[in-house]
């Protein structure tokens, strides 16, 4: 179901507004779910660093994506209709992706002492991770705009996101989703045509591609949340 939020921001685009009907989902994930997570990530190890804490979660969710990635890859192999299925699953398993990296952007933040219990900082925070440079840009504009932008040289775009009160947080969601979309049709794209690969190779590419993916994902999660 489509939510009222991507509807507005999709501006009629299906593949704009199913893309953000999917982070709606992925971000509808219980924030205490995460918090659970990070916490069994500490007391498994309560010794271990802060870097070999995050050294587990991201070694969790490369291993995630890349199963999800290789499978969906493999159905490209069934004899006959090996493309429609594949693109069929490889369509379905890059909403898969989006939910793992959500839950992976979140964990990491959530790691670093970041409240992610409000909805909207969730979303932005996802966007702002998946955008990359630009979504960075993105946010910086609109904390010059809406804040002192006296204090922004010393403070990095995730907590300028966590300055930001409810209408501002969405301000800056609606101009992240236009970014984000174009960001999103990219990656998905560049991935999907090695999926669809026949004769089994799509399975091997599959998880190569989603390894890929999953490494820009963490290093753009690492650059904006290592300087916190």
Known sequence: MRTQWAEEQGEGDSFNTTVLSALDKAVALQSGTIVKYVEGVKNRNPQASHQERQAEIDDHFLKVVTGTGATAG?????????????AAAIAGESFVFLEAATWYILASANLRGIDITNKDLRRALV??????????AVVDT????????????ALNSVTALTRFSGPSLSGVNKRLSKIFTKQIAKRFKWAWVGKLM??????????IANRKLARMVMDNAHRQLDSL
């Open 74 to 86: 493999g159905a490209s192999a069934i004899p006959g209709v090996g493309f429609i299925t594949g």
């Open 127 to 136: 966007m702002l991770v998946l955008s990359g440079a630009r979504g960075v």
């Open 142 to 153: 609109f904390f010059d705009e809406a804040g002192d932008s006296s204090d922004k040289g």
């Open 198 to 207: 026949p004769l089994g190779i799509g399975a091997v590419l599959g998880g």
